[in-house]
């Protein structure tokens, strides 16, 4: 989402549907009342006045989680949509997401749905592009290139650096979440990390790698010289 909102025909909008999500699964995430206070809630509103609504850019980039695609979730609108599927290795997702929510899930992980969301958009005739956080983070210039001329845009060397800080794209629950975003000033080296899984962890880590190993064979990957 930083990327693409340092582009100068790029709208980007933060998780739109977070307040559906929370409403509908009341999940125990930080700040949880506060959010639902703020936040929109109804789905078909959001579809309609964020995701299907004019922008005053050529380019509207909505960042999604994929947990907020709730069962009762009409994802008509993913066929007006280019779709971009973001993974990470989940040792790396569960090691973070336990610091904010003790007892994560196979829906707080996300590589399941996001593997049957790959195929779903393969059935409505879609080839979306996959990027897996480690070849973006050894090669972001190569990646990104690659993923803009896939999606149909032009690429713009803008989306390698930014500011750090808040920045007003921002969702309002970025003090629970992005403390290491805000210190950021753009793709920081790669380098392996050796984050310890709670043992109660372990076999919704070997669910999520077998979905990630999946998806990750389609990943856009580095130059062979960043490797």
Request: with cysteine; net charge negative.
């Amino acid at each position: 989402m930083r990327s693409f909102a340092q582009r100068s025909d790029t709208r980007a909008v933060d998780e739109p549907l977070y307040g559906h999500y929370l409403a509908t699964t009341r999940a125990p995430h930080p700040g949880l009342e506060e959010l639902l206070e703020v936040l929109e809630t109804d789905a078909a509103t959001v579809v309609n006045e964020v995701v299907m609504a004019e922008c005053d850019r050529d380019v509207l980039f909505m960042k999604q989680m994929v947990h907020h695609l709730t069962p009762d979730l009409d994802l008509g609108f993913l066929d007006h949509c280019v779709n971009v599927l973001l993974i990470r290795d989940p040792a790396e997702v569960i090691a973070s997401l336990v610091n904010q929510l003790p007892d994560p899930t196979s829906r707080d992980v996300g590589m399941r749905r996001q593997a049957e969301l790959f195929v779903d958009l393969r059935e409505r005739g879609q080839d979306p592009p996959v990027l897996d956080a480690r070849q973006l983070l050894l090669d972001p210039e190569q990646v990104l290139k690659e993923l803009c001329r896939r999606v149909g845009i032009g690429w713009d060397a803008a989306m390698l650096s930014w500011s750090p800080g808040p920045h007003p794209e921002d969702g309002v629950w970025a003090k629970y979440w992005y403390d290491n975003l805000h210190r950021s000033t753009g793709f920081e080296p790669y380098t392996p990390r050796n984050r310890q899984v709670p043992d109660d962890c372990r076999e919704l880590l070997a669910e999520s790698r077998h979905y990630y190993d999946e998806l990750s064979g389609y990943a856009i990957v580095a130059s062979p010289a960043a490797r």
